[in-house]
């Protein structure tokens, strides 16, 4: 184990450059999708390690459930510990979980009473509020739905109407509640996601904003009607639930728009500054998984060795 347990802890730093350059350089689909995969992968990494942490660091103290086993010196020596540590690690991992959990049962705690607030409503593909407050959000669930208010609908011309239903339903094609919450929980588990959890949040907007563009035919309507909706939105209900124009980049969202279509190639080439990065990142991630691994199965055999049949 020794120094390697501690890896997964300051390796999301590596990821940070992707999490910028990926947004203006790779397609929003795959940018949204690697970062993702990046973001759960360091999390789940970096929790085990803190796991470790505790079991090893705290092996010694009164109370603790491990064997008896483990106080013996060849044990000790064969697995580097740090009693401080350890200790830190018990409120650390603590706060992690509650953090986590309080953060999954709010985004459910939210959609359930969104769901509960439409149940009035015919069960059609768009539900619309009688509420002059302009907003529209995609409510995920068994039947999806867009949800907008009369406000908004009066605010957007017949075609900017066309481009909101688009791209809400493009969020709810490509689920990208569930890349939200991903990285909304990883950056819980780990202060140094938060870039990527940023960065998801804004391709997740770009990912709907490029196919509802594709639906309407127009780049430029859709640029209009996110920016004429940016300007009065309150925005979705939860960071984890996608919205119309929520708080943010929304003039670097319009500026993408008015822009060229981004490339549809799923990896950047390598000697370019965004190819780097995502190897960069790549490499980080694969060297947390193999230090996490590494130090769970060291640890699970000399705890198997050490425990007395």
């Known amino acids: 184990m020794g120094v390697f347990v501690f890896l997964p802890l300051v390796l999301p730093l590596t990821a940070w450059p992707i999490a910028r350059l990926a947004e203006h350089h790779l397609h929003p689909r795959a940018a949204t999708w690697l970062l993702t995969a990046v973001a759960g992968v360091l999390a789940v990494c970096s929790t085990l390690c803190l796991a470790l942490l505790m079991v090893v ?5 009164p109370g603790n459930p491990l064997p008896d086993g483990w106080s013996d010196p060849e044990v000790r020596e064969a697995v580097p510990y740090d009693e401080v540590a350890g200790r830190a690690a018990i409120p650390a991992l603590l706060v992690v979980v509650a953090s986590c959990a309080r953060t999954a049962w709010r985004h459910h705690r939210i959609r359930l009473r969104a769901g509960q607030a439409l149940a009035g409503l015919p069960t059609t593909s768009v539900a619309v509020l009688a509420d002059e407050d302009p907003y529209a959000y995609a409510l995920p669930g068994r039947r999806g739905r867009v949800v907008v208010t009369t406000g908004m609908l009066a605010l957007l011309s017949s075609r900017e109407r066309r481009a909101l239903f688009a791209h809400e339903r493009a969020h709810l094609a490509g689920r990208h509640h569930r890349f939200l919450l991903a990285v909304q929980l990883a950056a819980r588990a780990n202060p140094f996601l938060r870039p990527l959890r940023t960065a998801v949040a804004f391709t997740a907007e770009r990912w709907a904003d490029e196919e509802a563009a594709s639906s309407v035919g127009s780049r430029r309507t859709v640029a209009r009607a996110v920016g ?10 939860a960071a984890t639930l996608a919205g119309f124009a929520d708080a943010g980049p929304v003039p670097r969202r319009v500026a993408a728009l008015l822009g060229p279509a981004p490339s549809t190639s799923w990896w950047p080439r390598a000697l370019t500054p965004v190819g780097m990065a995502a190897w960069g990142a790549a490499a980080g991630t694969a060297v947390s998984a193999l230090s996490s691994a590494n130090s769970a199965v060291t640890l699970f055999f000399i705890l198997e060795a050490a425990t007395p049949l």
């Not at 660091?57 to 103290?61: C, E, M, Y």
């Not at 004429?228 to 209900?237: D, I, N």
């Open 228 to 237: 004429k909706a940016a300007l009065v939105s309150r925005g979705a209900p």
């Open 57 to 61: 660091g705290t092996a010694q103290l």
